[in-house]
């Protein structure tokens, strides 16, 4: 008996400890609401619009990549970030104890987990193209929306879980590619309404700086460093640089470059002058010529910015770099990308050339709520909410709702024949636009009411006239 009783006990001790615990998600990672939801559709089905304006076509990739594929693709700090799966079942099978002490916790890491979550999209593109290189055709233009994992430290616009947007062209070295995704990045931010600051750079000029100031073999720690002007200031960057090995003369050598002023045409002038006797350095500069010059035929709207300081943190870059700011509010990147000459080459397929760009989902649709520049019918799906009487009026309702579903009007039925107020009230909540009643007189007299719950206004009509009214509102 004392067992039954202390059996039942710990059972109800353990449901009470259930009931009370809290659910939670992973710092870094949020729940949408449906209202979140149909404004990242709106991010997502724009960027798409845009992207197949242009050509590019959809893939997918797993969520999961083997880490042979992702491992020394980011530099040293990207491999710490990424997410590493445990392998399947008794993943310390075969593992001696002698491995598992602290100091062996990244040659153990190498054995007990063999995939991880994709950090980016462009890796995992540029395996998908040499693994299907004989059912592709060159140039081959692909765009993905897909989720991204990063083991980052979350703060504001920065979350571990987050949606990337990416087109990119492999197979052309033609800088008309280029230009294209600066002007689709323009098109893009015109239609969600935000004013943007397009910068470019290119990192064959950021080599030609490394050798005419002595230092070819550091162009990694100067980009490093001067990336972060805009961050930390000139003098804990030119601090940085000398951390990194640079010294005096080289760091004096390097300030009017960074400083440069001025128009686009006037900073190419004048760092022309200073990589005369660079033939990496003039190449840079030619290739970004032909860049702004193309964009001017395109007619990009958006202000287009000559920024030599600009080197991103990603290693594969070798031609162009674009970064893309909000100008009116105070967030990091919202887009980037760039030229990548070498990447399939890593998986076995050399020479053959990408450039890409990718739209962070999440940063965008923080700038477009501080912002407030969701349209008002982004915030709900339904547009039509037919109240529900019951008896013959409901299927009345029923029918008119299967005909606004055929006109391509998004419509509920309420579900239970409940008080006009409360049917009112969820329409209320729910944002829905319109409400419309067929009650006993409606159908008595073979028409309907159609209320606008943003105004107030009603209008009494026939069914078929209220499908046509609807349709063009």
């Keep these: 008996m004392g067992k039954v009783w202390r059996r039942a006990s710990e059972k109800r001790q353990h449901n009470e400890s259930m009931s009370i615990q809290k659910p939670s998600i992973p710092k870094g990672t949020r729940d949408f609401s449906p209202a979140e939801m149909n404004r990242r559709n709106y991010i997502f089905s724009t960027i798409r619009s ?3 304006q242009y050509g590019y076509q959809p893939i997918e990739t797993p969520a999961m990549e083997n880490l042979t594929t992702l491992l020394g693709k980011y530099g040293e700090e990207g491999d710490k970030l990424l997410f590493r799966i445990l392998n ?3 993943f310390l099978a075969g593992i001696g104890s002698e491995e598992l002490n602290p100091g062996n916790a990244a040659k153990l890491a190498g054995k007990i987990s063999e995939k991880g979550l994709r950090y980016d999209l462009t890796v995992p593109f540029a395996r998908y193209v040499v693994q299907h290189r004989n059912d592709i055709t060159f140039p081959f233009k692909r765009y993905q929306l897909q989720p991204v994992w990063r ?7 920065r979350y571990r879980e987050f949606y990337q947007c990416d087109a990119d062209v492999v197979g052309s070295d033609s800088l008309l590619n ?3 995704l600066l002007c689709m990045a323009d098109q893009i931010f015109e239609k969600l309404g935000i004013r943007i600051v397009i910068k470019l750079n290119n990192r064959k000029i950021l080599s030609g700086i490394a050798e005419v100031i002595g230092h070819p073999d550091k162009i990694t720690d100067i980009t490093v460093a001067i990336d972060k002007l805009d961050k930390i200031g000139p003098d804990k960057v030119n601090e940085e640089l000398a951390e990194r090995g640079l010294d005096a003369a080289a760091i004096a050598r390097l300030q009017p470059i960074i400083n440069l002023s001025g128009s686009n045409e006037s900073k190419l002038e004048q760092i022309s002058g200073v990589l005369a006797d660079s033939p990496t350095g003039m190449t840079g500069i030619r290739e970004t010529k032909e860049i702004l010059n193309i964009a001017a035929k395109l007619q990009i709207g958006s202000t287009l910015e000559l920024d030599l300081t600009l080197a991103r943190g990603l290693n594969y870059y070798t031609g162009a770099i674009i970064e893309i700011k909000a100008a009116e509010v ?5 887009s ?3 030229r990548y000459d070498n990447l399939t080459g890593i998986f076995g397929l050399p020479g053959i050339s990408g450039v890409g760009i990718s739209f962070g989902a999440d940063r965008i649709y923080d700038v477009m709520d501080e912002l407030q520049l969701f349209p008002e019918q982004t915030a709900v799906s339904t547009r039509v909410l037919l109240v529900n009487f019951g008896g013959e009026e409901e299927s009345l309702s029923l029918a008119l709702a299967a005909r606004l579903r055929k006109n391509g009007v998004n419509t509920e039925m309420y579900p239970e024949n409940g008080k006009l107020k409360k049917q009112f009230a969820y329409a209320d909540s729910r944002q829905i636009p319109y409400v419309v009643i067929i009650g006993e007189s409606e159908r008595i007299n073979g028409n309907c009411i159609l209320k606008n719950m943003r105004t107030g206004e009603q209008l009494t009509s026939t069914c078929d006239d209220l499908i046509h ?4 509102r």
């Excluded at 105070?330 to 919202?334: C, Q, T, V």
Aim: hydrophobic share 30%; aromatic share 4%; glycine share 24%.
């Design 50 to 52: 845009v992207f197949e």
């Design 88 to 90: 399947s079942g008794d």
């Design 330 to 334: 105070s967030m990091g990147s919202i």
């Design 151 to 157: 083991a980052d430290r979350p703060q504001k616009g």
């Design 178 to 180: 280029e230009a294209e």
């Design 336 to 338: 980037g990308g760039g």
């Design 469 to 472: 009214l609807i349709g063009s």
